[in-house]
């Protein structure tokens, strides 16, 4: 027996037999409420699949941090039901589309106006039978899968607050002009992505009743539970019939038959039983089987709440997720305040842990969470959350939207890991792929009605040649509804603060960005390379969040530099909050493959301070990018194999080590001190977490006959060695103790956001930096050898300065060269264009921060220096 993919042939694999404490595992009745499930329960600090009572130890089955709890995986060798995925062949489409621009913003705007004047007319999805599907109000009896029928009071107050939001109508979207002069060379542009943008807008509050309505998708489209049974529907338009199978009809396609709207809408209602419990008992096994263009094929619905992937089989199973109101998790504590200062901590939850294993939420919420707090960061970033079938994707070849990924626990560790989080005062963002979709077919959207074009462009342009992946039609109505449901479920029922939105760049360009580099000719973002439909989406999707959410914080991976891309929606802008600042990481790999004296502080201030006026943005040195395999993160450039024998603190170092974490210390400081209004750092980054990350892989056989050696399935390199920077004795303690050091410094002064910059020193020739940010004085010495005694430095106040972070304490690795109980009073007179001065002393690879400890008069207004 095999599964028949396009292009990919795989052996199935045998049921295993397992026991479920006392639950019969014979034939049921699927209205009977015995019927086999998952057993899923909260008393655990951690989850694990058990088979037969033992923990599952297969090749397909990756290790996971355990405790003594327990999740039972259904499914019975005695049960004789057939497996979901028996003799299935799929065959993929072939058909292509134009690329050109005329054909996407032209015809294919006509065709969705069309679709929104003719089809959709009042009722966007309308069932045939008693139960009305219009997305209104009239219904909201309804409770979503999984949702209590008596919630907690916080979370009512807040979900029902949210509802009674209005969103402000579109303005006019010309302020924009006035903040950056050159757009109006490309007013027309402009204007008609805005004029798109607002035509959604209004066809959105003419026939779905608002954004509001129209984001709250999941609660007609997928499993909804109501007082008198379950409702599911799926949009699948290729399809030409449909039924709901799973463990609780024995996947039996003849016996649950969907109906089909004339909107492509399938629909099926299951009453209670007899004894008024639900027709699908928690934790069940549920696809959908479609006879499609393609062959039959049965997939996992897409508005799935859960997924698992069952011991020792291949392709994951949807599961119906609705436990008892006593099981499910209820939040304890409200959202922190928006900080001012976003200092992030990047962070992936299987990875997390210290041994070679899986983490879980749980687990990641005991442990790291207060780690975070305790390093100064203010705002943790989660990848990976939700499901994706492919563990090494990173999390980015997303396979199901609404699920989060079950390798890590169920959906209200979920809850629980981010309600201790708000409790420590972290805001929680979640990184959200919407720019493309997993290429898998078995698990995930990609031929799910059988065609390629349901959720995504037909042919090429539906294609992400480097990704391997799916691209979304987002001027498709439902695709809409799907995105912007999907970002409203995250914020709403999981209590996220916000999102860092992935490859945006790939979304605003029909190249992707892809073998395009931006030189910041304004051309290049305002033509027929521009994807008019994604940008509008992502204008939605921002107004939809900070509508709802007004504290919620939205930040685009953009490499491009598209303008207006923080500039709030009313003006015209996309409505970012910031912007990834990623050429920075860029520019310090491109440094470190350089010599010292190579070295240029002028390009270094040129990267760290390019960027746009009145556009936030998110600053790094590095992310987890340059921590994969292939790559190396900055303290492998600087110690490379040394860090293996020599960052013992009782053995010597070598000119290496030190080299390295001077540099290290100094790199981080100046990025945050420069680069922008928000920082990042990837998890163990920050004491220079040594070697990469590998996720687990077994051999690639090619077509050809070549075989890609894997790792044996190793997580050995798929973790995070927190121990390495907590053990004092390592010289990784020095570099944790000083990125801690610097995030609280921000925390203290809050000088990233502050209006206050002024760069008044960059000598090529001592390899000296200085500048002003906030009340603070930040002076770098990068130069290899040379330390510089009454080394004058201009300031802007005056008064008396005091050492408030040096990179050369002791404490953080250094030599200790700097005395913290010296005094630096300024003199009147000009230096470097400052008004007056001080003296200092300035070590070779040292930064140092002085702040002002007292106002002894008033600042003057600066002035040109009259010498020059």
Known sequence: MVYTLPGVRLPTVPSAAYKVGSCGLGHVDRRSAAHLRFLLKNKSQSRMIFSGGKAYESGFQPSMATAPEKVLVPGTESDGSSSPRENLE???????????????????????????EQQISGEAIKGKDSASVQLLDEDAGLNTEGKSYSISKTIADESSMVKERVIPPPGAGQKIYEIDTLLTNYREHLDYRYGQYKKLRDAIDKYEGGLEVFSRGYEKLGFNRSETGITYREWAPGAKSASLIGDFNNWNANADVMTRNEFGVWEIFLPNNADGSPAIPHGSRVKIRMDTPSGIKDSIPAWIKFSVQAPGEIPYNGIYYDPPVEERYVFKHPRPSKPKSLRIYECHVGMSSTEPVINTYANFRDEVLPRIKKLGYNAVQIMAIQEHSYYASFGYHVTNFFAP????????????????????????????????????????????????????????????????????????????????????????????????????????????????????????????????????????????????????????????????????????????????????????????????????????????????????????????????????????????????????????????????IALHKMIRLITMGLGGEGYLNFMGNEFGHPEWIDFPRGDQHLPDGRVIPGNGNSYDKCRRRFDLGDAEYLRYHGLQEFDQAMQHLEENYGFMTSEHQYISRKDEADRVIVFERGNLLFVFNFHWSKSYSDYRVGCLKPGKYKVALDSDDKLFGGFGRISHEAEYFTSEGWQDDRPRSFYIYAPSRTAVVYALAEVEAEPIDVQVSPNV
């Open 405 to 660: 990924s079950s390798r890590f626990g169920t959906p209200d560790d979920l809850k629980s890991l981010i309600d201790k989080a708000h409790e420590l005062g972290l805001v929680v963002l979640m990184d959200i792929v919407h720019s493309h979709s997993s290429n898998n077919t078995l698990d995930g959207l990609n031929m799910f009605d059988g065609t390629d074009s349901c959720y995504f462009h037909s042919g090429t342009r539906g294609y992400h040649w480097m990704w391997d992946s799916r691209l979304f039609n987002y001027g498709q109505w439902e695709v809409l509804r799907f995105l912007l449901s999907n970002a409203r479920w995250w914020l709403d029922e999981y209590k996220f603060d916000g999102f860092r939105f992935d490859g945006v760049t790939s979304m605003m360009y029909t190249h992707h960005g892809l073998q395009m580099a931006f030189t910041g000719n304004y051309s290049e973002y305002f033509g027929f390379a521009t994807d008019v439909d994604a940008v509008a989406y992502l204008m939605l999707v921002n107004d939809l969040i900070h509508g709802l959410f007004p504290e919620a914080i939205t930040i685009g991976e953009d490499v491009s530099g598209m303008p207006a891309f923080c500039i709030p929606l009313q003006d015209g802008g996309m409505g970012f909050d910031y912007r990834l600042h990623m050429a920075i990481a860029d520019k310090w790999i491109e440094t470190l493959k350089k010599r010292d004296e190579e070295w240029s502080m002028g390009d270094i201030i040129h990267t760290l301070t390019n960027r746009r006026w009145r556009e936030k943005c998110v600053c790094y040195a590095e992310s987890h990018d340059q921590a994969l395999v292939g790559d190396k993160t900055i303290a492998f450039w600087l110690m490379d194999k040394d860090m293996y024998d020599f960052m013992a603190v009782d053995r010597p170092s070598t000119p290496l080590i030190d080299r390295g």
């Open 90 to 116: 799929i065959v993929s489409g072939t058909s292509q589309i134009s690329g050109n621009l005329e054909s996407v913003d032209g015809p294919i705007v006509k065709e969705q106006e069309q679709l929104i």
